[in-house]
């Protein structure tokens, strides 16, 4: 499946999601811990990996093909990170090419911290991509058992680099622990470039501390080689703006993903 990882190296299976099966369905949840929080609040492209995941291991049922994502949407509320946050998730569309779900993130007692919608497209696997893993959904729950945790805050974490806050740009090495199976950078790792940018544009034209609350993200090319480096635009003259994200692949001088994202200020 396309979002199963090397547990041993990748980024993405440390977040410390964890998987159940309830009533014949997957249902995925988080205990946040400080690496994956900003100023207290999950992460938005760590809301984005439950989304992704949940949604693309469900509708990830053909072996001679990938399932990978088109277009992700992403609001959250930016609130204390709760005890715990699960899945709710809904099928929108299973079809031959294209698929598509939204998935509800809650608290245990079901309060609503965000909601998302995601895409995906098949592509048939060439022979010369690496081999898809063969993976029955009934093992899912062994491979996402939370055991793998980050030692330091998720960017940090992933090599993202500040070149220039005020412009929002940064720059990612593209690496194995980045990647997924198709061998192109991992989407919600994608999320978090993005995310990245646009908080440290708002946090230093602003000089506060911003929280990316929404995300709209569309997957345009794979990645390759790498680096991956973003160039940020604010629509609008205050925080709260929309900032435009694009990331580009500079070993193929190419535009991989369009972004809009939306940061909120958190107070003291």
């Not at 790792?189 to 501390?209: H, P, Q, T």
Request: hydrophobic share 45%; charged share 25%.
């Amino acid at each position: 499946m396309t979002d199963l990882f090397n547990h041993s190296v990748s980024i993405p299976a440390r977040l410390g999601v964890t998987a159940e099966f309830v009533d014949g369905e997957l249902l995925m949840q988080l205990r946040p811990r400080p690496e994956v929080l900003r100023f207290g609040v999950v992460r938005a492209s760590v809301i984005s990996f439950m989304i992704d995941a949940v949604a693309g291991i469900v509708l990830d049922d053909d072996p001679e093909a990938w399932s990978l994502t088109t277009d992700m949407t992403v609001r959250m509320r930016p609130v204390p990170a709760p005890d715990c946050l699960r899945t709710q998730t809904t099928i929108l569309r299973r079809g031959r090419r294209t698929s598509a779900a939204m998935v509800d993130i809650v608290t245990d007692k079901g309060e609503p911290v965000a909601s998302g919608a995601i895409g995906f497209a098949r592509v048939s696997r060439r022979a010369t991509d690496p081999p898809k893993p063969k993976v029955s959904l009934e093992r899912i729950t062994a491979l996402f058992d939370g055991s793998s945790v980050l030692s330091q805050p998720l960017d940090e974490e992933a090599g993202i680099v500040v070149v220039d806050a005020r412009q929002g740009t940064v720059e990612v090495p593209v690496t194995p622990a980045l990647r997924n199976p198709a061998g192109t950078l991992q989407g919600a790792m994608v999320a978090l470039v993005a995310e990245v940018a646009a908080e440290e544009l708002v946090s230093a034209r602003f000089g506060i501390d911003a929280v990316v609350t929404d995300l709209d993200l569309r997957y345009l090319a794979q990645t390759g080689a790498g680096p991956v480096r973003s160039r940020c635009r604010l629509l609008g003259d205050g925080p709260d703006a929309p900032v435009q994200v694009e990331l580009f692949d500079i070993s193929a001088e190419r535009l991989t993903t369009l972004v809009y994202a939306r940061a909120a200020a958190m107070h003291s």
